[in-house]
């Protein structure tokens, strides 16, 4: 019943912006919680924010903590990810993904809905 769709990814210099949407089709999403992942080549999927269903709780990996900012605007049904500072260690495909769970959880398996992903890669 939720369908996600990543948009806005790119080819970006080191040390630059980039911001990441996420439209959402179901309007079940304003009643969950959203992450976004990201997978580089290689690596297994992993956990870079989470944000509560209405917008009011974040949680973020220490790895993008004080570089990446998580929100969601639910009365457009879509989520962001800007993304500041950015490393070549930021390349990957990055994911949004909700489901019936906790923002804070940072599993693969405890979410549901996934979208396709949308490729960021940064360049030194």
């Known amino acids: 019943q939720v369908q996600l769709v990543e948009s806005g990814g790119g080819l970006v210099q080191a040390g630059g912006s980039l911001r990441l949407s996420c439209a959402a089709s179901?309007?079940?999403?304003?009643?969950?919680?959203m992450g976004w992942f990201r997978q580089a080549p290689g690596k297994e999927r992993e956990f870079v924010a989470g944000i509560n269903w209405s917008g009011g709780s974040t949680y973020y990996a220490d790895s993008v903590k004080g570089r990446f900012t998580i929100s969601r605007d639910n009365a457009k049904n879509t989520g962001y990810l800007q993304m500041s500072s950015l490393t070549p260690e930021d390349t990957a495909i990055y994911y949004c993904?909700?489901?019936?769970?906790?923002?804070?959880?940072?599993?693969?398996?405890?979410?549901?809905?996934w979208g396709q992903g949308t490729q960021v890669t940064v360049s030194s």
């Open positions: 993904a909700s489901g019936p769970t906790s923002y804070t959880n940072y599993d693969v398996a405890g979410y549901d809905y």
């Open positions: 179901g309007r079940t999403f304003s009643r969950y919680p």
